[in-house]
């Protein structure tokens, strides 16, 4: 908090009147803050002193208060209750309003008084009156001329404003376009770059692999081809003896 | 018991001129000095008074028991001190010290008012002296900020039932009480100090 706010609350903690939630931070802040103590010390003393004024007692006098009150109801009435002269004055008033209004040439109230102009040379004829109130009219349409042109002109800034702004906008969108499809571009080509490279080091190890396995299977058909001339020859060999034992029994029978 | 205001005013709503005048006789006092804090004139504190009560009697027929009394009353009451204030600034009459002579006070029974049942003669002067100083201060402020003032510190009445009286937001009431405040911070302490109050507070 600080010293603006604290002295912003001051007046609701004067008056018991600041939520209680708002009491900690602003004795937090005066015990810290000497200018706000004072503030609210000088504060609190002014208050004292608006407590030195006293209650004054001045009784009303009934009387007078219904004399007042019958006085205002019965006014209209007591008024008209006086007979004919009430209405003579009701009369002479409305004479006078009529001529007042007819023949007046102004009729202004202002600031407590009624002033009532009329003309030197009575009423003001009609032409000359179409003239001043054509007259008033040019003015007045000569003014908002000159407002809209104003008004015109400043739309008209503010139009063109817009319209740099917009420029400018999209000149920047379009750098931003290119940066961007630029670093695109640049993206796609580190990245065919890598994939090239993974797929020459793939194919370097899988070329490598291949080669070893044929020599693997070389070597065991090699192995295989050893094995079946060993057998062929013993075969050959049981043949052999099986022939001269056949051949020994063909002779012995 | 006595009854509340809103049962002597629907007395006063069907004729009865005696809960009328009990009505009275419990505000006349707190309505003149709430008057007379606001215009610093008795005289002229006493005819709005009496202007008041004749408004109250004749809105009496429209009065709504629902609405509290007091505000009701004190809406009407500030309502014509300002009237009057405005008229005479119209006028450019508005003093700039109290209108009434020292005398006049006396009339007021000034001394019924005094916390001392038997107020010696020093004491009367003092209290009297430094209440012209505070009335006198409390002139000088701006009537917007002096309405918020007594309002709120002789009439007790919170910020937002002030806000609602004078149809304004209660962030405008509080700060119309401070800047009372402050101003009435510098000029009590020059008058009491040039006056010689000081050694009394």
Not at chain 2, 142 to 148: D, G, L, S
Not at chain 2, 152 to 172: M, N, V, W
């Amino acid at each position: 908090m600080d010293c603006e706010q604290a002295k912003e609350l001051m007046v609701e903690f004067l008056y018991d009147e600041l939520p209680a939630e708002s009491i900690p931070g602003l004795k937090e802040h005066l015990a810290q803050c000497r200018e706000c103590l004072e503030y609210k010390e000088e504060m609190q003393q002014t208050l004292e002193y608006l407590d030195q004024n006293v209650e004054l007692r001045a009784p009303l006098d009934l009387a007078v208060l219904h004399d007042a009150i019958d006085r205002k109801r019965h006014r209209v009435r007591k008024f008209l209750h006086r007979g004919w002269p009430a209405w003579v004055a009701i009369g002479v008033c409305a004479i006078m309003l009529s001529t007042f209004t007819l023949f007046a040439s102004e009729i202004r109230y202002e600031d407590g008084a009624l002033t009532v102009r009329f003309n030197a040379q009575g009423k003001e004829s009609l032409a000359e009156k179409t003239e001043r109130t054509l007259a008033t009219y040019r003015e007045d349409q000569l003014r908002f001329q000159n407002q809209l042109s104003s008004e015109l002109s400043d739309s008209v800034t503010a139009s063109e404003k817009a319209e740099r702004m917009l420029a400018a906008y999209r000149e920047e969108q379009l750098r931003f376009q290119n940066q961007l499809s630029s670093e695109l571009n640049d993206s796609v080509a580190t990245l065919s770059r890598i994939i090239g490279e993974y797929e020459i080091q793939r194919n370097r190890q899988l070329a490598g692999a291949f080669d070893a396995m044929q020599v693997q299977q070389h070597e065991m058909l090699m192995a295989i081809q050893r094995k079946l001339q060993t057998l062929a020859l013993q075969t050959e060999k049981e043949f052999r003896r099986s022939y001269y034992t056949m051949a020994a029994l063909a002779d012995y029978q | 018991m006595q009854p509340g205001d809103g049962e002597l005013m629907q007395k006063t709503k069907e004729g009865d001129m005696r809960a009328f005048d009990v009505l009275v006789r419990r505000w006349e006092h707190r309505l003149f000095n709430l008057i007379y804090r606001i215009t610093g004139d008795f005289e002229a504190a006493k005819d709005i008074r009496q202007e008041v009560f004749l408004r109250v009697y004749k809105a009496a027929k429209r009065y709504r028991p629902q609405s509290q009394f007091k505000a009701w009353l004190y809406r009407i009451a500030v309502n014509c001190s300002i009237n009057e204030l405005r008229k005479r600034e119209r006028r450019r009459t508005i003093p700039l010290m109290m209108t009434h002579k020292n005398d006049d006070m006396e009339e007021y029974s000034f001394e019924n008012a005094l916390p001392d049942p038997n107020p010696g003669p020093d004491d009367v002067a003092q209290q009297k002296e430094m209440a012209e100083h505070i009335q006198n201060a409390l002139r000088r402020l701006p009537h917007e900020q002096r309405v918020v003032v007594i309002l709120r510190h002789y009439e007790g009445l919170k910020f937002r039932q002030i806000a609602s009286l004078l149809d304004c937001p209660i962030g405008t009431v509080k700060s119309r009480m401070r800047q009372g405040l402050e101003q009435l911070r510098v000029k009590l302490r020059y008058l009491c100090r040039e006056g010689g109050v000081e050694r009394g507070l």
